[in-house]
């Protein structure tokens, strides 16, 4: 049986805030913002039925010791003796879905529940559906089953404050109560019954000495304490609250787009508590489809990631009143790195596709560039074109126009810049909305960045139109003599290089699939017929690379000999919108598969993914991608195998702590941690020749009406 311990992200759409809670110890909290869990320690328990004791879920640690900062020779007698043990592991269970994350230890029970909703257009939706969808809060029950007890006993539930420039206060008002720190986190309930007490130690508030001294504002943790009656099985409904008051980000000013509903995060606490039955319903319905789809590893896996993407979303609002969508990269905090948006595509184009747009908008608006290109070694320049950063900033920081917080120039490897891929991000990511969606009035709008697109494609090529193969060749003159390099930017030349790329070579010609496809329903009938051209050329110069025994390099003509499963990842975009893959190039990637798929290549003892046979560091949103490919595509049956090794990376001791993430070195957790990037796993349930309408249907529960 599998360890209940790891932490999980449980967060409201777009306020990128979270409760962390799972790991044993002070490894979670109410979080803002940041590239981790906050280090709280969290209280949920219940009063033993003897009394005078309490048992505890194990995610806090003894806070006694406070008191001693200022009664330091102890004259005080303020201190209590510690009343609070913690369940021991064995009497612990949790089932852990999307929306519900709910533990067991003896009679109590603490649920955890997130909303899992779209986010309906800002620009022409109902104010009240916008409002329900992002409101800053997610809802917790505890009950308390005392149906044999002689005895009334109290059950709670807060939190320890973690931020040491602002103080915990109490919330009591008229119909609500709770803890709070300052005005940014709160937990509150409308239960009448219920009491809110702020100190050093949760004794102190369990047994207060009077009811005056629960106000202790010196204090930094606060509960909510109730009282189950003999024979009563009762449950407690609270709303844990998130809210930031001005400014959001800085380089593009924004606030946070709630706040056009909300002033206070009372108003908010008040909103969740008020439609608790609704979300409730919404999150069981969702996890209750996920599981009936899905094998208990890969439901478990798409939960953590679904939960791991929400807590990273902002929804902001410009000055203009415009909306902005943003998805923060993890524990890394960069802004709509492209390499994500367009993996994240396929799940954000099912649930809400008009933040695929605004995220695409504002890259043609302000994170385009154009940039001449090089061939390595030499310094002279040729006709380049239109380009994308690789992200818009960093921690809430907008970076300035025409450049993203992360590249530089240079480099060889990590840190460069990205700018064929992140050409090529954009089509995809384009070409999918427009395509799933139909929204040709954008397509139209578009039209001169799709030709510009293409034209930069093809210069990036080769300058000469004799020597054009359909593969990226040239690295882009921002680079300065450094080389150009791909999303994997960790790993080596096998999976990093562009220049001359398999990945990207497939990718390329996925890009110029999609790039054709647009263009003939724009009528540019020769610019797609340019479009064709280039995808054949790669067909050619991909097939012509493998060798006798049909595998592939994982840079082609350069002598890097590697091989890599990312080969085949490029097939998704046009697999899902229904579009033909070349004979020719689906056969030879399908002899490559099946060559790489064997032990000692590109899997690990465990019977894990290794998506490069010279690395060991494996990134699960790509393996979770390829996996669809080589099921879908291919014909492959589900590597159960892979699925339980997968899972039981992330579930390990050492990287249970940054919930979901996508970089595993050998099974361990070094990068990309607290991370976003994993709902590429929804597409594990898309079967049939919708994919996107079957993703849609899991999330939202109803038919494709987009």
């Known amino acids: 049986m599998s360890s209940p311990f790891y932490n999980s992200h449980h967060s409201p759409i777009g306020a990128f805030a979270t409760l962390t809670i799972g790991q044993k110890g002070q490894t979670g909290g109410l979080g803002l913002e940041l590239p981790g869990p906050a280090n709280e320690g969290i209280y949920v328990g219940v009063e033993d039925s003897e009394g005078g004791r309490y048992r505890a879920l194990p995610f806090f640690q003894s806070s006694e010791g406070r008191a001693e900062d200022f009664d330091v020779e102890g004259l005080a007698e303020f201190s209590r003796s510690p009343a609070i043990d913690q369940f021991r592991g064995e009497e612990i269970e949790r089932t852990m879905g999307a929306g519900i994350d709910e533990w067991r230890a003896r009679d109590l029970t603490f649920r955890l529940i997130s909303p899992l909703r779209p986010v309906p257009d800002p620009d022409v939706c109902e104010v009240d559906a916008l409002r329900d969808a992002v409101t800053p809060a997610i809802l917790a029950e505890i009950t308390v089953d005392n149906r044999r007890g002689g005895k009334a006993r109290r059950a709670f539930f807060g939190y320890q404050g973690s931020d040491r420039t602002v103080g915990m206060r109490l919330i009591d008002e008229e119909g609500l109560v709770g803890v709070a720190q300052h005005t940014t986190t709160a937990i509150a309930t409308d239960d009448p019954g219920v009491y809110a007490g702020i100190a050093f130690q949760a004794e102190k508030i369990l047994q207060p000495d009077c009811a005056e001294n629960l106000a202790f504002l010196v204090g930094n943790l606060g509960l909510l304490v109730g009282t189950v009656q003999p024979g009563e099985i009762r449950t407690f409904r609270f709303a844990i609250g998130f809210f930031r008051e001005g400014t959001a980000t800085t380089g593009l000013k924004t606030r946070y787009l709630y706040r056009r509903f909300f002033d206070s995060i009372e108003e908010v606490l008040r909103h969740a508590l008020a439609r608790f039955d609704t979300v409730c319903r919404e999150s069981e319905g969702f996890d209750a489809r996920l599981r009936r789809r899905l094998s208990p590893d890969r439901a478990w896996m798409a939960a953590q990631a679904i939960r791991s993407y929400f ?68 310094d002279e320049s040729h006709p380049g074109g239109l380009a994308f950063t690789h992200d818009m900033g960093v921690a809430n920081a907008f970076s300035r126009p025409g450049y993203s917080g992360y590249e530089q120039s240079r480099l060889n490897g990590c ?121 054949d050329r790669a067909v050619r110069t991909i097939a012509a690379a493998a060798d006798a025994d049909g595998l592939l390099p994982a840079v082609i003509g350069e002598g890097i000999e590697a091989r890599t499963i990312p080969a085949i990842e490029a097939l998704v975009y046009p697999f899902v919108l229904g579009l033909p893959i070349d004979p020719e190039l689906k056969k030879t990637l399908g002899r490559h598969l099946e060559a790489v798929l064997r032990p000692g290549i590109c899997k690990f003892a465990d019977g894990g993914w290794k998506l490069s046979s010279m690395s060991r560091n494996s990134w699960l949103s790509k393996i979770y991608l390829c996996q669809f490919v080589a099921e879908r595509v291919f014909g492959h049956a589900p590597d159960t195998e892979a699925d339980g090794a997968h899972a039981g990376w992330l579930r390990s001791e050492e990287n249970a702590y940054y919930a979901w993430s996508d970089q595993m070195l050998a099974g361990r957790a070094v990068g990309s941690r607290y991370y976003p990037r994993g709902v590429t796993s929804v597409l594990w349930i898309a079967e049939g020749d919708r994919p996107l309408d079957q993703v849609r249907e899991l999330l939202v529960g109803v038919g494709a009406v987009v």
């Not at 398999?502 to 724009?522: F, P, Q």
Request: some cysteine.
């Open 311 to 378: 807590g990273s979303t902002q929804l902001l609002e410009r000055e203009d009143g415009r909306p902005l969508w943003v998805v923060n990269e993890g524990e890394y905090r960069m802004m709509n790195t492209f390499d994500l948006t367009v993996d994240q595509a396929f799940f954000e184009l099912a649930l809400n596709p008009w933040t695929v747009r605004n995220v695409l908008d504002l890259f043609v608006e302000r994170y385009s560039y154009i940039d001449e290109v090089r061939f390595p070694g030499s």
């Open 415 to 535: 840190f460069s810049y990205m700018s064929a891929e992140e050409l090529m991000n954009w089509v995809l990511t384009a070409g999918l909305y427009d395509a799933y969606t139909h929204d040709f009035a954008w397509a139209v709008s578009q039209r001169a960045t799709f030709l510009a697109a293409l034209t930069s494609l093809i210069n990036r090529d080769d300058p000469d139109p004799a020597a054009r193969n359909g593969v990226i060749g040239l690295d882009g003159a921002r680079c300065e003599g450094g080389k150009e390099i791909t999303t994997y930017d960790s790993l080596d030349a096998s999976l990093g290089q562009a220049r001359n790329s398999l990945y990207l070579a497939v990718k390329g010609w996925a890009t110029y699939v999609l790039l054709e496809n647009v263009l003939r329903r724009l009528d540019e009938p020769e610019a797609a017929d340019d479009a064709r051209v280039q995808a």
